[in-house]
Nanobody
Framework: QVQLVESGGGLVQVGGSLRLSCAAS????????MRWYRQAPGKQRELAAS???????NYAESVKGRFTISRDNAKNTVYLQMNSLKPEDTGVYYC???????????????WGQGTSVTISS
């Protein structure tokens, strides 16, 4: 089994910054894509940012220029640096990983439990 543990959420004022972390542990051979999703109150979960094993990144239009996703492959950890935060960034942020398990190396997915981010105006 694989666990994704997020941290770094909290309450911050408009214009502030937060850094989320997500550490993967368990029966992992390698991790391919890692992503951050978010879900605002009363809305569907949406993809905020993704990063490939090689470091290629993609962002939702709503966070481009403000959020930066990065990863430390040696630590199986992905980060989301969030700057210039807006009230509409409020929500629960979920980490997601596509990985290869230990032999027989099946492609699998895992989700974190979510970390809450609240932006106050």
């Amino acid at each position: 089994q694989v666990q994704l543990v997020e941290s770094g959420g909290g309450l911050v004022q408009v214009g502030g910054s937060l850094r989320l972390s997500c550490a993967a542990s368990g029966s992992i051979f390698s991790i391919n894509a890692m992503r951050w999703y978010r879900q605002a109150p009363g809305k569907q979960r949406e993809l905020a940012a993704s990063i490939s094993s090689g470091g290629s990144t993609n962002y939702a239009e709503s966070v481009k220029g403000r959020f930066t996703i990065s990863r430390d492959n040696a630590k199986n950890t992905v980060y989301l640096q969030m700057n210039s935060l807006k009230p509409e960034d409020t929500g629960v942020y979920y980490c997601y990983a596509e990985y290869l398990g230990l032999p027989p190396y099946r492609s699998l997915q895992a989700w974190g439990q979510g970390t809450s981010v609240t932006i106050s105006s």
